[in-house]
């Protein structure tokens, strides 16, 4: 997180040493993952998943091509985090009518994956279209299969993420949807 918040916006500063580059402390001169990177395990390689978003604000571009990568990960929280970060990338760098963080992030919310990167892929959607709802209906049903069908954890994180989305817009599928199973869940 430090390394991500220090070099936030800057990939390759001229003026860092390869001794603090933040590309350096993650990758080696082959682009494999270093110790840095690899050493953290759990929450942490989440966060420094999510954290390398941080480094390519400056580079929205490279950093989506960067995150790809951390979205084939083997481990869960590499996934986790690499989601999250398609979010934090995609804020305040692209274009939001861009359907470029959707993309990136579809085949982590369509497929079989682990409900913790199903979780972050919509949280990184909140991020990236936040209230955007009215021009993003087909965002709707992303949602909906998460309230509707999801566990509590997820469909708690599917109502917190469709609220950021819809934010105002008295949607009312998603307000019936949740309606819904918020009465079919029992009071134990």
Same mark, same amino acid.
């Given at each position: 997180?430090?390394?991500?918040?220090?070099?936030?916006?800057?990939?390759?500063?001229?003026?860092?040493?390869?001794?603090?580059?933040?590309?350096?402390?993650?990758?080696?001169?082959?682009?494999?993952?270093?110790?840095?990177?690899?050493?953290?395990?759990?929450?942490?390689?989440?966060?420094?998943?999510?954290?390398?978003?941080?480094?390519?604000?400056?580079?929205?571009?490279?950093?989506?091509?960067?995150? &790809?990568?951390?979205?084939?990960?083997?481990?869960?929280? +590499?996934?986790?985090? #690499? /989601?999250?970060? =398609?979010? $934090?990338?995609?804020?305040?760098?692209?274009?939001?009518?861009?359907?470029?963080?959707?993309?990136?992030?579809?085949?982590?919310?369509?497929?079989?994956?682990?409900?913790?990167?199903?979780?972050?892929?919509?949280?990184?959607?909140?991020?990236?279209?936040?209230?955007?709802?009215?021009?993003?209906?087909?965002?709707?049903?992303?949602?909906?299969?998460? &309230?509707?069908?999801?566990?509590?954890?997820?469909?708690? +994180?599917?109502?917190? #993420? /469709?609220?950021? =989305?819809? $934010?105002?817009?008295?949607?009312?599928?998603?307000?019936?949807?949740?309606?819904?199973?918020?009465?079919?869940?029992?009071?134990?």
């Amino acid at each position: 997180i430090v390394n991500g918040l220090l070099n936030a916006g800057f990939p390759r500063f001229p003026g860092l040493t390869p001794s603090h580059c933040s590309e350096c402390f993650f990758h080696d001169a082959a682009g494999r993952w270093t110790d840095g990177f690899q050493k953290n395990q759990g929450a942490g390689l989440l966060l420094a998943s999510a954290a390398q978003a941080l480094v390519y604000l400056g580079s929205p571009f490279q950093g989506l091509n960067m995150l &790809i990568d951390l979205l084939q990960h083997s481990k869960t929280e +590499v996934r986790q985090g #690499a /989601a999250l970060g =398609v979010g $934090l990338l995609a804020a305040p760098g692209l274009d939001p009518r861009d359907d470029l963080p959707l993309n990136v992030l579809l085949p982590a919310l369509e497929g079989a994956e682990e409900k913790g990167v199903t979780m972050a892929a919509e949280l990184a959607l909140a991020l990236s279209y936040a209230g955007m709802g009215e021009a993003r209906p087909d965002l709707l049903p992303i949602f909906e299969k998460g &309230i509707r069908e999801g566990g509590l954890e997820v469909m708690g +994180v599917s109502a917190l #993420a /469709a609220g950021l =989305v819809f $934010l105002g817009s008295g949607n009312v599928e998603l307000l019936e949807a949740m309606k819904k199973r918020v009465s079919d869940v029992k009071e134990a």
